[in-house]
Structures are given as C-alpha cells and as structure tokens.
C-alpha cells in the first residue's frame, strides 16, 4: 500500500511516519515544506492542479494528512488548517487515484464542555478560539467533500517530542530550571483544567488503524480520562524526583507538594510561572473513545505517567 504523508515533520507526523515505516506493507512517501520531505509543497499556498497532478503521478491509496498550525493569528490559522485542507480535498477530488483520505482533527473542535461529561463524536461542536474554528472548518470540508475520508479528532496529545511552548512543555522546562538553580519552591498557575492527555505513539497507532480500516466520518482519539493539570504535575515531579513545594497561584489555598522531598528553605521562592491553556475549551475535556474502540479496534496503551516521564527525559537532557 502507497500512502502518501502530509506534515511527515511535524509533532504528531514524525510518529505517524514512524509507525508506517515499521510496517513492511508501506510505502512512504512524505511531502511537505521542509528540505527533507520526499516532495516539497506548501498546502497554504500551492494549486489543487499542482497536487492532483503529484497524486496522478504517485497514485496512493492513502493521504494522511497531519499538516497544520497550532499557533498565530485568525488569518494564519485560516490559511494552514482550512484553506490547505480545501486544497487536499479539491486535489483527491480531481485525481484518478481514488485515494482515502485520513485527516487529523483535534478535540479543540468541540469547545468546553459540561465538567465530568466524556464527548461524543454526536456533540455539537462549539470551538472556543480561532484553532479550534480553523480545524471545524476543515473537518466539515473533509465531511462535505464525497471521498472516502475518516476525521480523526486527536485530544491533547502528550509525550515525546511535546513541543516547548505547549502547557506540558512549559510545566516540565519550569520545574528544569527549578531543578537546575536549585529553588525549594515552584510557583504554578492555570493549573485547575482538566484536559484527556493521549500519547502521541497512540495517536500514531491510531492514524496507521485509522488508513488500513473502513470508517468514515469523524472519531475521537483519547484516553478517555481527563487529568487535572495540578495532578499532571505532581505526577511530573514524581517522575523528575523534584523534591520542591508546588504552590499554585490561582488554586485552592495551600501549597501542592510532590511527593518525596521538602523545600530547601521557605526563603527559595521561583518566579512565578502562568500556564494559561489556549484551546478555547474552558475548563473540562475528556474524550468518549467508544467509537474508536469499535471501528478502529484501537485502544490506548501509554498511560500518562509515562509520557510524561518521556517528557522529562527531553528536559532533562537540557539540564
């Protein structure tokens, strides 16, 4: 089978061509933006001609497509995650290959939801922010486009490889130069949502489930459980053998400790450190993965303590 890889480069691509590469039935062909993809393509800005015209030539039976944007303004997000998808949609449309299609969604779409509910692929998607609205958009032209084509809604992916500037990233760098100066005391804030981490090589198994099956339409993929951040942290400390004092700056009073170690002192105070979470999803998210279970026969099998001591590894590495 010939797929061919969208965002091979990015977060969750690298993973995803890793699991195909280990598939011997696979053959890999990666295109994006950078020098290293097979074929270079920007999806923000080339033709659907241009790409029909590469999908003629290649002919796959299957297109991931794991390209995106996270971050930047409403314009930005626009151009990566909607107008690159219409373009994906308008090549496979026009090309003879007849090739299905595996888009990579995200839980953003869906906006907050009722704190203890798990969401459904049925829910009424009502996204917070510009991401979450630029990858709706892209979801409903992926509905709408008459291909055979399956939406993969990822949650809050987590683990090697998480990017620096994402709320988990950010909790394992502060508690680094902690660690690194030596403070007692880490000060800690945006730490009441709860959000469904799922790892990202479960992500991967997932997208590679995803091209080999028959589903259509759109699947959530998560761990079905939403873990509060506090609690991520604490879990990171475990992991990392920070022996500090978590204090959060917007929580309930008291401080959160880890659960081995003590202060150095009451006099070592960190700086303190915001970790707003802008998904647009408010304070709860945790994902119905039901429907991935039965037409996917996936489940996840990484559970979060460790992801995040992958997490930790990485940061480690830097100290």
Known sequence: MRVLLIGANGYLGRFVADRLLADPAV??????RGDDADVRFDLASGSPGALTRFLDAVHPGVVINCAGATRGGARDLTRHNTV???????????????ARLVQIGCGAEYGPSQPGSST???????????????????????LGSGLDAVVLRVFSPAGPGTPAGSPLGRLAEAM??????????????????????IDVRDVA??????????????INIGSGRAVRLRDAAAMLARVAGYGGAL???????????????????ESDHAAPVAYPYPDGCGSWQQADVRTARDRLG???????????ADIWMEAACRI
């Open 84 to 98: 690159a998808v219409a373009t994906v949609c308008e090549a496979l449309r026009r090309s003879g290959c007849g």
């Open 120 to 142: 459904a692929e049925d829910a009424v998607p009502r996204p917070g922010g510009p991401y979450g609205v630029s990858k709706l958009a892209a979801t409903e032209l992926v």
């Open 205 to 218: 198994r997932a997208v590679h489930a995803a091209s080999l099956s028959a589903a259509q339409g759109v």
């Open 27 to 32: 053959q890999l062909t990666a295109l994006g």
């Open 176 to 197: 680094r130069r902690a660690m690194q100066s030596g403070d007692g005391e880490l000060k800690l804030g945006g730490l009441g949502v709860q959000r469904d981490f």
């Open 247 to 265: 204090h959060e700056l917007d929580g309930p009073p008291g401080p959160l400790r880890a659960t081995i170690g003590h202060p150095r002192s």
């Open 298 to 308: 996936w489940r996840p099998r990484i559970n979060l303590e460790e992801s995040l």
